[in-house]
């Protein structure tokens, strides 16, 4: 399975939205609902923040949703902060078989 | 709470071996499956192998199948990968992760493998 597909880098001023794509295939993102979010701040562990497309884990800001479309799923970050800048994986189930996004950084300016 | 805390990782020869452990505490760890992604320097992140929470079914990403083994001892609330033949390209920091259902859910700080000569 090839890497799913995300943009290498996403920017934002504090306040603004963001929305980062994650682009599969129907045997992944398209076939599953079962796509998870991640935020790596570097030098630390994953955390995760979205799973089965748009459930936010307890403690999770709300200021983070995701969706999926097709083959491609989304991370939308709202009210941008400081804080929130960062790495952003997705991640799909694919049968058995599991894959990641590239990864895509996150500046907030 | 939930803590996952890797160790194993070290520098080792091309062609060498090692085994990671992760010793699980804070939730039912014979109840969960369990992961194990990777992280080359730089780069973005990779699963690498998932084990059922009974530990019949194992599951690889191509590139280390044959010569990874993921395994996990309930008993003691520990996770394994014995890493056989390794190559430079397996350089990486491995977390393990909990799962929750088909996703990690919760990782480890990770352990660094450096494979070089």
């Known amino acids: 399975h090839s890497a799913l597909t995300q943009p290498r880098s996403v920017s934002g001023s504090p306040g603004q939205s963001v929305t980062i794509s994650c682009t599969g295939t129907?045997?992944?993102?398209?076939?599953?609902?079962?796509v998870s979010w991640y935020q790596q701040v570097p030098g630390k562990a994953p955390k995760l923040i979205i799973s089965?497309?748009?459930r936010r884990p307890s403690g999770v800001t709300d200021r983070f949703s995701g969706s999926k479309s097709g083959n491609t799923a989304s991370l939308t970050i709202s009210g941008l902060q400081t804080e929130d800048e960062a790495e952003y994986h997705c991640?799909?189930?694919?049968?058995?078989?599991?894959?990641f996004g590239g990864g895509t950084k996150l500046t907030v300016l | 709470q939930v803590q996952l805390v890797e160790s194993g990782g070290g520098v080792v020869q091309p062609g060498g071996s090692l085994r990671l452990s992760c010793a699980a505490s804070g939730y039912s760890f014979s109840v969960y499956g369990m992961y194990w992604v990777r992280q080359a320097p730089g780069k973005g992140l990779e699963w690498v192998a998932f084990i059922s929470f009974h530990g019949s079914e194992t599951y690889y990403t191509d590139s280390v199948g044959g010569r990874f083994t993921i395994s996990r001892d309930n008993s003691k609330d520990t996770l394994y990968l014995q890493m056989n033949s390794l190559r430079t390209e397996d350089t990486a920091v491995y977390y393990c992760?909990?799962?929750?259902?088909?996703?990690?859910?919760?990782w480890g700080q990770g352990t660094l493998v450096t494979v070089s000569s």
């Open positions: 089965d497309v748009s």
């Open positions: 992760a909990k799962g929750n259902g088909w996703w990690p859910e919760y």
């Open positions: 991640f799909s189930y694919a049968g058995y078989n599991w894959v």
């Open positions: 129907s045997n992944d993102v398209g076939g599953y609902n079962y």
